[in-house]
C-alpha cells in the first residue's frame, strides 16, 4: 500500500505565504515525478507544478515566479512554497506521485488526499 499525505494548507490573507508537505509513506521501490495539483470550486483541477526525481522543474504560468517545488528523496517528501499568495490561488491542492512498488513492473500514479488552501483578500 502507497500512502501520500499533504500538511500545511490553512488560511492566509492575500500577499501572504504558506508552505505545503506532502510525504509519500508504505511499500515504495522508486518515485519518479512529484507534484502538486489544485482545483478551485467549480472548475478543474489543474497542475501547479512538477518535479522529477533529477530535479527538473515546471510551473504553471500562473505561479511561476511566486512558487517553489522541491523535494527530498531521502525522506519521500515533496514541498511547496508558496509566496505573493493571491485569492486566486484558493483551491484544494493535491499531491501526487509516479510511484512504483516492489512488485510492480512500471510506475502508477498515487494522488493525496487534498488541503485547502484559501487566500483572502
Known amino acids: 500500500q502507497v500512502q501520500l499525505v499533504e500538511s500545511g494548507g490553512g488560511l492566509v490573507q492575500a500577499g501572504g505565504s504558506l508552505k505545503l508537505s506532502c510525504a509519500a509513506s508504505?511499500?515504495?521501490?522508486?518515485?519518479?515525478?512529484m507534484g502538486w495539483y489544485r482545483q478551485a470550486p467549480g472548475k478543474q483541477r489543474e497542475v501547479v507544478a512538477v518535479?522529477?526525481?533529477?530535479?527538473?522543474?515546471n510551473y504553471a504560468d500562473s505561479v511561476k515566479g511566486r512558487f517553489t517545488i522541491s523535494r527530498d528523496n531521502a525522506k519521500n517528501t515533496v514541498y511547496l512554497q508558496m509566496n505573493s499568495l493571491k485569492p486566486e490561488d484558493t483551491a484544494v491542492y493535491y499531491c501526487?506521485?509516479?510511484?512504483?512498488?516492489?512488485?510492480?513492473?512500471?510506475?502508477?500514479?498515487?494522488w493525496g488526499q487534498g488541503t485547502q488552501v484559501t487566500v483572502s483578500s
Open positions: 518535479t522529477t526525481n533529477s530535479g527538473s522543474t
Open positions: 508504505g511499500s515504495i521501490f522508486r518515485i519518479n515525478a
Open positions: 501526487t506521485g509516479q510511484i512504483r512498488t516492489p512488485s510492480g513492473l512500471k510506475e502508477y500514479d498515487y
